[in-house]
Every structure is written in C-alpha cells, then in structure tokens.
C-alpha cells in the first residue's frame, strides 16, 4: 500500500512515522507513506498557495491549481483519493477496512478556510473525522493513516485487530493483566481458570454487555448471529429491570 499526503505542513507527521508500528510498518516495506509539500506547486510568488474568496468572506482559501498539479503528477488509475473535510461522511471502522484494501490512497489536507470547490471534481470521496472543525487536516490524515495501516496483512497480529472493538461491530470485552489482586482490586477468577470454553463465553457476554451499556446505538448496524441475539435479550431483560 502506498500513501500519498498532500499538506502544507509535512513537519506535523514527522513524529507519527518515526515512532512505535508505523515506524516498523514503514521500515518492513508494508506501507510507502509519502509526504508532498503543495507549496512545490505554488503557482505564486514566494509559493503563496491560498487568496481571498471570489463573493466576499473572512479568511484565506487554499487555490485551485497547486491541488490540480499535484494531483496530476500523483494520480494514476489505481488512486483513490479523499479530501479530509468536516463536510465530508463521518469516518468509521468499517470505511477503515475497506480502505485498508486500496493500493494507493491520497490525502489531501486543507488548512484556513478550506480549499477552492473545484477540486472536488478530483474527489473520490469526503471523509470527516468527527462533527467538530480543526484548523487542518493533518491530524485527520494521520488519524487514517494510522487506523488503515495497523489494518494491513503483517502490521500487527492479525487476531489482535479482528478482535478489536467495532471491528466486528462489538466493543471488546474488558481485558486485565498482572498483578491478579492489587489494593483489593481482582482480576475475575473465570480469567484464570485456564477453561478456554468458559473464558470465550464470558468474553462473548461481556463485549455484548459493554456494547448495550455503553453504545446501544451501535446495536442496530450489527449483525447479530442467533446466539448473540439471545445473549443480548438475556441482557436486556435483566438490566431492564
Ligand atoms: C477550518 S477547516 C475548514 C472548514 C470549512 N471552512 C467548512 O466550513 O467546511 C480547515 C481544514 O481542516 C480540515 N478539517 C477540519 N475539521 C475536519 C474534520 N472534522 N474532519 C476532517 N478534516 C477536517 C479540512 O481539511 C479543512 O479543509
């Protein structure tokens, strides 16, 4: 997989690919993350990339052309690319994974009052990162780049991310590692039983209950096997109580 950034401010992921697994992701070959300054294709004096707004209105808007060439240049036929706008459909695990599964992605960061509406005709799709407006989009880039990669064959255990929360439509069941009783505080003996049958259904149980408790509205986009249907009635009628 190969990304491209196009961003007026490169040195903000500097940190985020030097460190921890997008560091190793990089370094093993599994990702290409490539960052592009889109003051290179400035097409103004001192590489000026943004201008008033044409109809009046507060603010710089980033221009047109520098986009259009650098899109032209990193472009191929393979290429999804995403605009990062708090316009755009609200990111989830699920984008996340079909994501995972594209060749080569470009993101593209706006900054100040946006970026000229032309561009959209270059657009494969908006993503947002939440309903709340930040002053660019590079942090939502990294917020991707981050959630994609770890989704990549051999980034990290495969069963660690499919059992991750959402990735299944579940939040995981609670987790606890040692010491097993510190100030009063047990880990639950079931935990330690060493019975993997009993452990799976007491986790199964738990990533439902979490999920009920604490995002009901995640409930209705899930699809339930019969088993796990009846665990959360079991649930319901007796929290409902
Ligand atoms: C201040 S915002 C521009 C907002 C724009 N004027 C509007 O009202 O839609 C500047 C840039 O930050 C990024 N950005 C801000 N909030 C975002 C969000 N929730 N998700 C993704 N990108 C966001 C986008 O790249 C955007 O172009």
């Known amino acids: 997989m190969k990304i491209d950034i196009i961003t007026i401010f490169p040195e903000f992921f500097q940190p985020f690919l030097e460190t921890s697994i997008i560091k190793r992701a990089i370094e093993q070959n599994l ?11 400035a097409h103004q004096k001192h590489n000026k990339i943004d201008d008033t707004i044409y109809g009046g209105g507060v603010g710089m808007l980033m221009q047109f052309p520098p986009f259009y060439d650098a899109l032209e240049k990193l472009r191929t036929k393979n290429t999804h690319v995403i605009m990062l706008t708090p316009q755009g459909k609200v990111y989830k695990q699920k984008k996340a994974i079909k994501l995972s599964q594209k060749k080569h992605i470009i993101l593209i960061c706006g900054h100040y009052e946006g970026i000229d509406a032309r561009v959209d005709n270059f657009i494969d799709e908006e993503i947002s990162i939440g309903d709340y407006v930040l002053t660019g989009g590079e942090i939502p880039a990294m917020i991707l780049s981050d959630s994609i990669i770890r989704l990549i064959p051999g980034v990290i255990q495969q069963a660690s991310s499919e059992e991750d929360s959402l990735q299944n439509g579940w939040l995981k069941y609670p987790q606890f590692t040692k010491p097993d009783s510190y100030q009063g505080f047990d880990v639950p003996e079931i935990l330690k039983s060493g019975h993997h049958k009993n452990i799976e259904n007491w986790r199964k149980r738990q990533s439902i209950l979490k999920t009920y408790q604490k995002r009901p509205d995640l409930i209705k986009t899930i699809k339930m096997t019969d088993e ?9 009628s007796k929290t409902d109580k």
Do not use: A
């Open 31 to 41: 990702v290409t993350i490539d960052l592009h300054q889109l003051r290179d294709y």
């Open 228 to 236: 796990e249907k009846q665990i959360l009635d079991e649930i319901k």
